[in-house]
């Protein structure tokens, strides 16, 4: 898609089309108007262009057993933003994150602050299924995280939620394990992150304490995209 041109381009062409004698330019009233792209549009355009830098991706070793790559899902102007660490069996099945339980303990988690799926946008730091589900390796998130990184960068969403321990290292560049970094706000690039428990977690462990735990994360944020203009 080619851009406008911008207005010193135009005053280039106009004082070319006045030296050659041109006095006036008539515009056809059954053309229709040009209309400035909006923030959602870009992004949904700046999107596309990641995807296809990804290609059929094998830059890392992850793509010998995916049967997908799994970009992102949502709202291309989403104030928030879920990012995981990978994709599970059911999502390298259907090309999109957080499909099988562990999407839906994600859809629950997301209506619980009031919003919808549709609402927001989902991604993770690895694009490819890792072996029997195990954390994404060193190598293997370097290889992706630029992508995931462009995808943020594309969106800028107002509030980042990191989903587990991988995801949350990723953003933060930190060590620590998610029980030390959940329910603190950081910032990834001047947007505020707040790390949470993976909804797999949850599912494995799910206990008063820890549905807490995240219901006050989740309302944190929730707190944050609702101060925040």
């Known amino acids: 898609m080619s851009l406008p041109p911008s ?44 995807r296809e830098e990804i290609g059929e991706c094998t830059r890392c070793k992850l793509h010998r057993g995916r049967r997908n790559i799994v970009f992102g899902v949502g709202d291309p102007g989403a104030k928030l933003m879920f990012v995981g660490e990978g994709p599970g069996a059911d999502e390298d099945a259907r090309g999109e994150p957080f499909v099988g339980r562990a ?19 989902i991604a993770n730091v690895v694009k490819c299924r890792p072996p029997r589900n195990r954390d994404p390796q060193p190598d293997e998130v370097g290889t992706c995280a630029p992508f995931l ?4 960068e594309a969106i800028r969403p107002r509030v980042i939620v990191t989903l587990g321990a991988p995801a949350s290292r990723l953003l933060l560049d930190s060590r620590d394990g998610i029980n ?18 993976h909804p797999a977690y949850l599912l494995r462990a799910y206990t008063r304490e820890n549905r807490q735990k995240v219901w006050d994360d989740l309302q944190a944020a929730r707190e944050r995209l609702d101060r925040d203009p």
């Open 180 to 197: 030390r970094l959940r329910g603190r706000w950081h910032a990834f690039r001047g947007i505020p992150v707040m790390p949470t428990y």
């Open 7 to 50: 207005r010193a381009e135009l005053s280039e062409w106009l004082a070319y089309l006045r030296d050659l004698g041109v006095e006036g330019l008539r515009v056809r009233p059954d053309l229709p108007r040009a209309t400035p792209p909006t923030a959602a549009s870009s992004a949904a355009d700046r999107l596309r262009a990641i």
């Open 149 to 152: 990184f462009a995808q943020i």
């Open 103 to 121: 999407g839906q303990k994600l859809d629950e988690m997301i209506r619980a602050m009031g919003m919808e799926r549709r609402e927001v946008y």
